[in-house]
């Protein structure tokens, strides 16, 4: 007997990006008050997605861009013996399938990490609108770039670090990213596990685990399961600055 066909939850009703509390870290940021309905009109928004679902596929057709409303994502590459490599995490208020801009199949593969809300802009039609509004155009460059540089620093923090610097610059952009969705930036819970935070940063997952250990006893962090206290921040920093003053 045929399966029956598995929909993805939309929420029944479509909320404005004037009243969503991210409105100033996603795409409706560059979009004036009058233009925003023109943006809205393109997105897909309340798109549901649990836990371990995919929300695209390496290889596959690259048809649209998501904003994370809330949950989180893993991006990954699978390499062709098999092998999944993680290629970063996406947070509230970020865009994910940017890497994938100008390309005929998304770059990598995109799953949610918990119960996860997302809005779809279809690739196609942003297009059409980014040329009509030269502002939302130039927001779009201006993530793409970041994307870039993001992937370039994640170069030199796997090329160099010890596995001390790796986790504390992950822990620290964690925090700047909790705050700016006004979010503790010095107490949060980890979307995702310690194996993929391995993955991540190159690292065994026992030595996440040790490193998480040795900063709990020195009093950088206090960590329990996946709930995490920046107790010394400043600590955390200095970790990363001796690493920069080396590579000057």
Known sequence: MAQPIRLHQVSPLKASCHQCSLSNLCLPLAVEDNELYRLEDIVQQGRIFSRGEHIFDQSTPFRSCFAVKSGAIKTSIISENGEEQVTGFFMPGELVGLDSMGSKNYACTAKALE???????PVDRLEELTAKLPDLQHHVYHLMSQEIQGSHQLAMLLSKNTAE?????????????????RMSGTNFSLPMARNDIANFLGLAVETVSRVFTRFQNQGIISARGREVELLDVEALQTVTREFSRQNQ
């Not at 119960?115 to 802009?121: N, Q």
């Not at 610097?165 to 969705?181: M, Q, V």
């Open 165 to 181: 610097e790796r986790i504390a610059a992950l822990l620290l952009s964690l925090s700047s990213r909790f705050h700016r969705r």
């Open 115 to 121: 119960r996860t809300s997302v809005c779809e802009f």
